[in-house]
């Protein structure tokens, strides 16, 4: 379930500020997750990629003779379990099929924490056997080399640059207060302009104000908006739960997607529906606030990551328990003002 600019591949990636990107997520399989990747890049499978990046890590002594780095929370932000469950059902569904998420563990240190590494990642018991140490020398560059579908991390400048680069990236932003999350449901939720939309819209309500912006969209309600940086990860996720319906699993599969935006729905929420239909996606559950926080909506969705462009909505999200990805794309950056 990795993002990346190749879309076709999703695969996850770890680095050292804990970003998704190609790592097979998969301890219950016999067959390694390596195999996995090398099996799909042999037969042309393409599986999703999410890449991580380990700048959340930081080192503990465990014992005299054994260290290990200790994991922050950005490193569960996509609730691993979650990820493990959706390979889990996919592998009973289509045994044959490499299409499911992959990751890998990316990090700016050196290859001699490799030991230490290992042993956190067997101590979280996570399966994760593809490593890149790149010595202290920024990993971004080896985003198109591991067809990363999408970039985490917690190093807004490593985000700003896979952004640039055409990646879709976001920065992790860890919940302030511990709350419960499905392991048998991977919940997604994205704001819509200038993340799954171009911020084309969001430029007229900060330049022209609200009223403008209103009678813009009404306009254009059936012109399809453009689309935004994490627009393919959103139809990397729909490929995913287009094979669960295929099984007659609709109602019983365990990806879900939320398109929670600050729109209004009468007054601006046709054209952003529309958009959807007009790109062939899905959206499971579509909540439109009209300006209202998102943070009391985002507790009763429990997302495992919600993504947005403005650090107002982020805060607001964190304070309140959800872990929240910072999409450093559009006119938003430019005020970039918290609450």
């Not at 005299?64 to 569960?76: D, I, Q």
């Not at 429990?302 to 993504?307: E, G, Q, T």
Request: with cysteine; aromatic share 8%.
């Amino acid at each position: 379930m990795i993002i990346g600019v190749q879309r076709k591949r999703i695969s996850i990636t770890k680095l050292n500020s804990v970003t998704f990107s190609k790592i097979n997520l998969f301890a219950s399989l016999q067959t390694s997750p390596v195999k996995w990747l090398l099996g799909a890049e042999q037969k042309g499978i393409k599986p999703f990629r999410v890449l991580l990046q380990d700048s959340c890590l930081t080192e503990t002594t465990v014992t005299e003779k054994e260290r290990t780095c200790s994991l922050s929370m950005n490193f569960h932000i996509f609730n691993l379990q979650a990820l493990e469950h959706v390979n889990a059902r996919l592998c009973e569904l289509y045994p044959d099929d490499e299409e499911r998420f992959d990751i890998v563990l990316m990090t700016n240190n050196h290859a001699q924490v490799g030991v230490r590494l290992i042993n956190s990642i067997n101590h979280y018991g996570l399966t994760i056997e593809r490593f890149c140490m790149t010595g202290g020398k920024s990993p971004v560059g080896y985003l198109t080399a591991y067809l990363t579908n999408l970039y985490l991390s917690a190093d807004s400048e490593k985000v700003q640059e896979a952004i640039e680069a055409g990646i879709a990236s976001a920065t992790m932003f860890t919940a302030n207060k511990d709350v419960s999350y499905s392991d048998t449901e991977l919940r997604v939720a994205f704001d819509g302009d200038a993340v799954l939309f171009s911020d084309e819209s969001e430029q007229i309500v900060k330049e022209q104000g609200l009223d403008r912006f209103f009678e813009h969209e009404q306009l254009n309600e059936n012109k399809p908006l453009a689309q935004g940086p994490l627009k393919g990860f959103l139809e990397d996720l729909g490929k995913l739960q287009k094979k669960f319906y295929a099984k007659n699993e609709r109602l019983n599969c365990p990806i879900r997607t939320f398109l929670v935006t600050a729109r209004s729905a009468a007054s601006s929420g046709a054209r952003v529906l529309k958009t959807l239909r007009s790109w062939g996606l899905e959206i499971d559950e579509a909540l439109f606030l009209a300006g209202a926080p998102k943070g009391p909506i985002l507790v009763k969705i429990r997302p495992h990551i919600f993504f947005d462009d403005q650090m107002f909505h982020i805060e607001g999200a964190q304070k309140l328990g959800t872990i929240a990805a910072h999409v450093p794309y559009g006119i938003a950056q430019k005020y970039h003002k918290s609450s």
